[in-house]
């Protein structure tokens, strides 16, 4: 029903930044909890930010606190992650989620609408 799609990564060398974007489209219904994953190979898909837009709140996962900041810009239905001084374990294939159920909003479960995903890869 609903389509999100996930763009701006790219390679950045270590301390470098990025700012990804997530467009939501033909979606009924309002979104007021987006958050972003991240999955590497080998390993399972992590929460990294979450944002609650209709209370106002942000919740970062601790590996990236201080270096990342989510934000959603309502007009344009895009949720942006902005991410500072990253460093070579933030290599991952990073996804935006939507139409949150509950159950937690770093649950991968809680939620039923995925992008594709956008690589990110920090190397030297």
């Known amino acids: 029903e609903g389509k999100l799609v996930e763009s701006g990564g790219g390679l950045v060398q270590p301390g470098g930044s990025l700012r990804l974007s997530c467009s939501a489209s033909g979606f009924t219904f309002n979104i007021y909890d987006m958050a972003w994953f991240r999955q590497s190979p080998g390993k399972e898909r992590e929460g990294v930010a979450a944002i609650d837009t209709e209370r106002g709140f942000t919740f970062y996962a601790d590996s990236v606190k201080g270096r990342f900041s989510v934000s959603r810009e309502a007009a344009k239905n895009t949720m942006y992650l902005q991410m500072n001084a990253l460093k070579p374990e933030d290599t991952a294939l990073y996804y935006c989620?939507?139409?949150?159920?509950?159950?937690?909003?770093?649950?991968?479960?809680?939620?039923?609408?995925w992008g594709q995903g956008t690589q990110v890869t920090v190397s030297s």
């Open positions: 989620a939507a139409n949150y159920k509950g159950g937690g909003l770093f649950n991968v479960a809680a939620y039923n609408a």
